[in-house]
């Protein structure tokens, strides 16, 4: 029988040339063992059954095929929660979570209206609904994949403020005649220029759906109609929120004329600009 500590260290030479290797081979131990950090570290010497060990290089394995770390073990941590990822539903990434940062900071904690437009598996609307019991969160997502993950992430964390629509970015505010009701309109849209696909590492382009992250040519034809559209649907006051990719910043300033105010950008942890807020003027 192999041990906790026997099977790590195969598990790091298995996944070398990964650059987390020790990390994700914890990771998929845990999962698999089905056992705490705590025991990990603890009882590195217990015995593992049989059916565990191959449970364990059956993960390993899926690993080893270029399967993301998230979808082998079927969740991701996004704002200290954990979500469940499926195939065809992108991976939530730790950067996103400068955007709920920011809308709490701004919120002012009433009974606020809050849409999340491509809502993806859900990680912002329900991190945001933790953090902010009063408010109403409509999330939207043209993929029916992702709605079905957002609304099974929402359930497991047992927040029932959130209403899941399909729609083609405002389409569901327009069916519920929301013109100037909403307090925030947030989004982490697609972003990536449509050339740039074909050079993404390859755990992206053969397992995360494209329409998640490329948007046209320039990379900015979402965040162009994003900013086009919200100011109708904002309070006076209200804010966009919106994520956006490496060097766009320029260009994204650029797109808000008449109507904005206190247009700013945040850098993420690594120091690149990623995320955009304005307000729509009183
Ligand atoms: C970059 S992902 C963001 C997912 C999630 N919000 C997150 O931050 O991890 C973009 C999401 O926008 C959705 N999307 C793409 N085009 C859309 C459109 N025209 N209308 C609504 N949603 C769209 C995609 O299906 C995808 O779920």
Redesign the pocket.
């Known amino acids: 029988m192999s041990t906790i500590k026997e099977l790590y260290t195969k598990a790091k030479s298995l996944l070398k040339n990964y650059p987390d290797a020790a990390v994700e081979s914890k990771v998929l131990l845990l999962k698999s063992l089905a056992i705490s950090e705590e025991m990990f570290y603890s009882d590195p010497d217990r015995r593992v059954s049989k059916s565990k060990v191959q449970q364990f290089y059956g993960l390993v394995l899926k690993r080893q095929q270029g399967i993301p770390l998230a979808q082998v073990v079927g969740e991701k941590e996004?704002w200290s929660l954990l979500f469940k990822v499926t195939p065809g539903?992108?991976?939530?990434?730790p950067e996103?979570e400068l955007?709920v940062e920011k809308v709490i900071e701004l919120s002012s904690r009433r009974k606020e209206l809050i849409v999340?437009?491509?809502?993806?598996?859900?990680?912002?609307?329900v991190s945001l609904a933790k953090e902010l019991p009063k408010a109403q969160i409509l999330a939207?997502?043209?993929?029916p994949?992702?709605l079905k993950t957002?609304r099974l992430n929402a359930s497991l964390h047992k927040v029932t403020r959130i209403a899941f629509l399909k729609?083609?970015?405002?389409?569901a505010l327009r069916e519920l005649r929301l013109e100037g009701q909403c307090d925030f309109i947030v989004?982490?849209?697609?972003?990536v220029q449509e050339d740039q696909w074909e050079t993404l590492h390859d755990d992206i382009r053969l397992h995360e759906?494209k329409?998640?992250?490329v948007?046209g040519k320039t990379g900015l034809e979402?965040i162009e109609?994003l900013v086009s559209g919200a100011l109708k649907f904002l309070k006076q006051g209200g804010y966009l929120c919106m994520?956006m990719g490496f060097g766009q910043q320029d260009d994204v300033l650029n797109l808000f004329g008449n109507g904005w105010v206190g247009v700013d950008y945040f850098k993420d942890l690594n120091g690149i600009p990623r995320l955009i807020t304005a307000q729509k003027s009183s």
């Open positions: 996004f539903v992108l991976i939530p990434r996103t955007l999340d437009i491509g809502t993806g598996a859900g990680n912002i609307a939207t997502d043209i993929s994949k992702a957002a729609g083609n970015l405002f389409s989004s982490n849209p697609p972003y759906p329409k998640a992250l948007s979402i109609k994520e």
